[in-house]
């Protein structure tokens, strides 16, 4: 094991700060007790002084059994700063550390789930959606780290989409959304387009057009008029018929699905400044054996896409992933600096 | 201020004999600031308290007064935390100062008019400044909420605050530490002094220089004040009022002298290394998080100590504490100090941290910590002061009401945020997707906002108990003449 001690404390400055205050304190707390012993008492009677009338304090020894108490504490503090890394850069007689006890568990994990994650990651996308158990972890997986952004049931929210319908902007088949999941995607989608120059009232009409595409209500002069803008402004990304484009991202506009709603003024919103969108990428943080239980999970929750038949499924899957180290299932946390 | 002096001696029927007698400290007690500060602390805990309220229902209802900048959960979050201590703990402190440092060093504090600055200071200028600032959130880094827990308040309500604090400690200081007739110097003086002179120096350090030093050293420090606040302020004052309290109310001297000095310097020397243990596990240095577990376990003993001291004092007062209100009050809130001191230094501990860390478990403790100990003590206080400030009189129904609701929303409270806190420890330990775990912890959240109806209900009778008129009552037992009552009305009482 590598592990380095490396940490925001670069000086050697605050170990010996809090060496120094540690053992000042708990030798001190010792010594101090140890000293108090020849203090002479007597017991029953007060101190002879008295405050505000009735404020006074016996004379009473301390109790035997406490007092050992606290030496045995006083020990015990010793021993732990003995036995684990507690003064400066002193590793601690057990060898312990954090980071030690972290990789361990990670490692009896990966023993244990290893062969799981093996077996699914060998067979194809469709074969894994349709088992129950490979369901089930994927799920967990998927409420886990998809969950806050998507929705417990992935069925999005605005700005996020759903996941569960057969619309998709990045493509829906197994091969794109494991792309998707891996690689992660930024959407952008610039301020009136490819045509900034429009005003607020062109703004509305192009909206008008766009809106007319999948049968909303609208103007149908502004319509009209939008309809000659949209070549211009638009089509680069959506298309000349507004039916998207899957490869990059956008989205189809005549489709009746709509990421941030159907209102006409959240559309001209969107238009006027744009829209800035980001699907994080998972490849490295999860690993190629998760995000392929998650890709299943993801292609089996209603909307999943058979792949094209001229590819085999099968083998296109395999390709990608056969001998893929286990190892890499969780990779090894990052260490800060 | 004479015919004060008599009322003091007929009230309390219920104990024995008092052998209080109002001798000439009396007379230099400022009495307009006990109340003063007695009214801002109960105002204070009742918007403190509907702020944790409005936090606890938003985890069950999250829309309920959303929208707001003002409503967000972190917002109300802040402003509870910093509304119990600067708003109500400190200002009943002051309340109690004012009452108690005149009867322990024989002299007057160092200044009235200082006490009339520092009380429009404080609650103007730290209290509310700091709830409006945190409320609108400001964008400027001089007035924007800090990122710093227990210290929340804006860089600049913190400045006013380090000022008070140094205001505080010389309006308290100098009549205690000069010995009144060569007496020597009483173990609540002690505390006082303790206290204020570590507060004064632990707060710039725990709430400015991660300011400075960010990063994993700024946290390292800002763990200092979580919990120097709670050991170096809080407790030593709390401890000022349990050593006041009870020899007064009982008659019978504190146990042992020796036990009280021993338990303070103890607390004192053990504590400053105890904040980090809020970082267990986490990214600062390994020898630094050890030596906060070696400094828990060792102040969990030195708790035994005081609490042993404490509990001794009372020793065939068992059926006193039962009647007496200011007794009870200041005794549950001892017994608490031993369990959430214990349960403090066994949750340092890694196999417990690792298990109960972010759950909450850990927020159940801070409740037994501040509601059960400080504030249970602290309300003993104000109502043994109630009884004993110039035509006041606590009402005994009331405030016996009061202690058995908090006590029962507390109880709740506790109970539901601990067994709340191992099942969530459990599922994330299992691995278990989050929603999982938010959705186990519904119900407890419930129960946990619930459990705000009691402990409300208890502080508005409290307040009721002090501030209402009830000429009813026999004579023969407490005569209630309202806390903040106009002084005139003493006369008529006297």
């Known amino acids: ?337 | 201020m004479t015919e004060e002096l008599d009322a003091s001696k007929t009230g309390h029927s219920d104990g024995p004999p008092l052998s209080f007698v109002a001798g000439a400290p009396l007379a230099l007690v400022e009495t307009g600031l006990i109340r003063a500060h007695a009214f801002a602390a109960l105002a204070g805990l009742i918007i403190a308290a509907s702020f944790g309220t409005v936090a606890a229902i938003k985890l069950v209802q999250p829309d309920f007064l959303s929208g707001q900048v003002w409503s967000t959960w972190g917002s109300i979050r802040a402003n509870h935390t910093q509304g119990i201590i600067f708003g109500w703990l400190s200002n009943a402190f002051l309340s109690f100062l004012y009452f108690a440092v005149p009867r322990l060093g024989g002299r007057p504090v160092t200044s009235r008019r200082l006490g009339w600055s520092l009380f429009a200071l404080w609650n103007f200028g730290v209290v509310l400044l700091g709830w409006v600032l945190v409320s609108v959130n400001l964008p400027n880094y001089f007035w924007a909420i800090k990122p710093l827990e227990w210290t929340e308040f804006p860089l600049a309500v913190t400045c006013v605050t380090e000022f008070c604090l140094v205001l505080m400690a010389l309006q308290f200081i100098p009549p205690l530490a000069r010995k009144p007739n060569n007496d020597g110097i009483y173990v609540s003086s002690w505390y006082i002094i303790g206290g204020l002179v570590f507060t004064m120096l632990a707060f710039p350090v725990g709430s400015l220089v991660p300011l400075l030093v960010p990063g994993a050293i700024g946290a390292a420090f800002s763990g200092l004040w979580i919990h120097d606040a709670v050991g170096l302020y809080v407790t030593p004052l709390v401890l000022a009022i349990a050593y006041f309290v009870f020899p007064v109310r009982t008659g019978q001297p504190i146990y042992s002298h020796f036990l009280s000095m021993i338990g303070f310097w103890l607390l004192f020397f053990s504590y400053p290394l105890n904040g980090t243990h809020h970082y267990v596990y986490s990214a600062i240095p390994m020898d630094t998080q050890r030596a906060a577990i070696a400094a828990s376990i060792i102040t969990g003993f030195d708790v035994i100590l005081v609490v042993l001291n404490l509990m001794m004092s009372l020793r065939g007062q068992a059926s006193l504490v039962r009647r007496d209100l200011p007794l009870r009050f200041v005794w549950t809130g001892v017994v608490m100090y031993l369990v959430v001191s214990l349960q403090g230094s066994l949750q340092a501990l890694m196999p417990v941290q690792r298990y109960v860390h972010f759950t909450d478990w850990v927020i159940g403790h801070s409740h037994l910590a501040m509601l059960g100990f400080a504030t249970f003590v602290t309300l003993g206080g104000v109502a043994h002061l109630c009884q004993r400030t110039a035509g006041c009189r606590y009402h005994h129904g009331y405030l016996n009401l009061a202690y058995w609701l908090i006590l029962g929303g507390l109880t709740i409270m506790f109970v539901d945020l601990t067994i709340a806190g191992l099942i969530q420890g459990q599922l994330w330990i299992d691995g278990a997707p989050w929603m999982e775990s938010v959705r186990a912890s519904q119900p407890y959240w419930l129960v946990r906002a619930a459990s705000a109806v009691p402990i409300l209900l208890g502080f508005v009778a409290f307040i009721l108990g002090t501030t209402i008129r009830d000429e009813n009552r026999r004579v023969d037992t407490n005569r209630h003449v309202p806390l903040l009552a106009a002084p005139t009305a003493q006369a008529s009482h006297g």
């Open chain 1, 1 to 337: 094991m590598d592990f380095k001690y490396t940490n925001d404390f670069v000086s050697n400055f605050w170990s010996m700060y809090v060496v120094v205050i540690s053992l000042v304190g708990i030798i001190g707390c010792g010594v101090f007790l140890w000293m108090q012993g020849s203090v002479k008492h007597n017991p029953g009677q007060t101190t002879g002084h008295v405050w505000d009338e009735t404020l006074a304090e016996y004379s009473n020894p301390l109790p035997n059994w406490w007092r050992w108490m606290f030496y045995i504490t006083v020990v015990f503090a010793l021993v732990y700063l003995v036995l684990f890394p507690g003064l400066g850069t002193f590793n601690g007689k057990l060898d312990w550390t954090a980071r030690g006890q972290y990789d361990a568990e990670m490692k009896k994990a990966d023993e244990q789930y290893a062969p799981i994650f093996n077996k699914f990651l060998k067979q194809d996308i469709m074969t894994v959606a349709a088992n129950p158990e490979a369901k089930e972890m994927g799920q967990r997986l998927f409420l886990t780290y998809c969950a806050q952004c998507h929705g417990s049931d992935a069925k999005g929210a605005k700005g996020f989409p759903n996941l569960t319908d057969s619309d998709w902007m990045w493509g829906g088949t197994p091969d794109k959304i494991k792309e998707t999941i891996t690689k992660g995607h930024d959407a952008v989608m610039t301020p009136k387009g490819t045509k900034p120059d429009m005003d607020a009232e062109q703004v509305k009409d192009v909206v008008a057009y766009v809106r007319s595409l999948s049968g909303l209500s609208s103007d149908s002069i502004r319509a009209q008029r939008g309809k000659e803008l949209y070549p211009q402004a638009c089509a680069a990304c959506h298309g000349p018929e507004a039916k998207g484009n899957q490869d990059a991202g956008y989205p189809n506009l005549t489709d009746k699905v709509w990421l941030y709603g159907s209102s006409e003024a959240e559309m001209i919103y969107g238009v006027t400044n744009g829209r800035i969108n980001r699907m994080p990428a998972w490849g490295d943080f999860l690993g190629e054996a998760k995000v392929h239980l998650l890709t299943a999970y993801v292609w089996g929750l209603g909307g999943g896409v058979k792949p094209a038949p001229v590819i085999a499924p099968a083998a296109a899957e395999q390709s990608g992933t056969a001998g893929t180290p286990v190892g890499a299932v969780v990779p090894p946390r990052q260490e800060t600096n």
